[in-house]
């Protein structure tokens, strides 16, 4: 059983990487990788309590690119997370992330609803290798009181089009596979059948692009097929994964919800051997 794509509290997961690995094993999970969004402070954490375990854990990561003011996350696995190259650009976007939460919260003051944005990203300014996310900001509107529950505050106030969203300013789609691979990892277009914007692939294919995530807690079954034989005419690889956050995120309670075919893992995997020097 194979989970590639799941978030802990080094960005915006409410589970710590000990509570995430507990649960992967609970799952009965034999390979499982943390996808941290712009950050891989979790990875050797993780790796260690896997092992423990007797768990695989792949190295991984989810870089946010943008393309038309819009989010592409790209996912990153058996990337080398002491790579000086790929620690400068996520400092770079995590920095960004930083403006964008503030920016946010100036337009919901502006609306009438204040929050202590400083209060809110303390932790991502006292470890600055943890990333911060909208998530963060809904769950402070949930404590003031303005909103129900976190769905309303993105439905309402932060999500795209909403009178709190800012865009974000990032890398291309193109620019983040290249960062992948130059850090030694494989490169992913994560939930495609959510972003629907195809047309980012096939640059992304020139850059380097190894796989789409085809399997997702947000894919439909005529979704996942569509894109397992977009990847079969491209001839790209296949990933997937629950995307768990913790709290019932994308409709997931637990990792394990989506699982990625062994067969297709091994194709996956065979990618990075094939590279060889590049990947090196």
């Keep these: 059983m194979i989970d590639l794509h799941m978030h802990t509290t080094a960005s915006d997961g409410l589970c710590t990487p000990a509570e995430v690995v507990r649960l992967c094993r609970d799952a009965g999970l034999r390979v499982m990788s943390v996808t941290d969004h712009d ?84 932790p991502a300014v006292a470890q600055p290798g943890r990333a911060v996310g909208r998530p963060w900001i809904a769950r402070a509107l949930v404590e003031r009181g303005y909103v129900r529950d976190t769905r309303e505050a993105f439905d309402r106030f932060l999500g795209s089009g909403r009178p709190a969203f800012v865009a974000r300013q990032g890398p291309s789609p193109a620019e983040a596979v290249q960062a992948i691979v130059r850090a030694g990892g494989l490169a992913s277009l994560a939930h495609p059948g959510l972003l629907n914007r195809d047309e980012v692939i096939p640059p992304m294919i020139d850059a380097g692009l190894d796989a789409l995530e085809a399997y997702h807690s947000e894919h439909d079954p005529d979704t996942t097929a569509f894109y397992l034989d977009m990847a079969a005419r491209h001839g790209l690889a296949v990933t997937g994964g629950s995307d768990f956050h913790g709290g019932g995120a994308h409709g997931v309670e637990a990792p394990g919800a989506v699982r990625l075919p062994r067969e297709r893992f091994e194709a996956f995997v065979a990618r990075r051997e094939g590279r060889g020097g590049e990947h090196s």
């Design 39 to 122: 950050t891989v402070a979790a990875v050797d954490e993780v790796a260690r309590l896997a092992a423990a375990e007797g768990l695989q854990a792949v190295p991984g990561i989810e870089i946010t690119a943008v393309h038309d003011g819009r989010d592409v996350h790209v996912l990153g696995y058996f990337i080398d997370p002491a790579s000086a190259e790929l620690q400068r650009f996520l400092t770079r976007g995590r920095a960004q992330r930083l403006d964008r939460a503030r920016a946010m919260a100036a337009r919901l003051a502006e609306l009438g609803m204040p929050i202590d944005i400083e209060a809110v990203l303390q």
